[in-house]
């Protein structure tokens, strides 16, 4: 099975960027779907965006289309997600999972990493 580790959160003034990165051991990376969710305190875990198998396809959540960036490199086996012209609204925490499918619901994503923290002040 797949391990996931995020890293790149933190904190940052409204209209900065961050570049998040998710890491995958064990398992094929290329095999899977990737998927970036996002939770705030006391919400449900929402879509942001995923990719497919060979990065040739992506998809966003409304509310990041054309403020982030979802990318792969299967050679190092790693996700990523380019955060540009950050607001408020997008403070929660981040996390990467990985699906069999493409979908944009959590319950279709069997593996996850822990999280990681973004802070957007404004």
């Known amino acids: 099975q797949v391990q996931l580790v995020e890293s790149g959160g933190g904190l940052v003034q409204a209209g900065g960027s961050l570049r998040l990165s998710c890491a995958a051991s064990r398992g094929t990376f290329s095999r899977y779907i990737m998927g970036w969710f996002r939770q705030a305190p006391g919400k449900e875990r929402d879509f942001v965006a995923h990719i497919s198998w060979k990065g040739t396809s992506t998809y966003y959540a409304d509310s990041v289309k054309g403020r982030f960036t979802i990318s792969r490199d299967n050679a190092k086996n790693t996700v990523y997600l380019q955060m540009n012209s950050l607001k408020p609204e997008d403070t929660a925490v981040y996390y990467c999972?990985?699906?069999?499918?493409?979908?944009?619901?959590?319950?279709?994503?069997?593996?996850w990493g822990q999280g990681t923290q973004v802070t957007v002040s404004s």
């Open positions: 999972g990985a699906g069999g499918s493409i979908s944009t619901a959590a319950t279709d994503y069997g593996y």
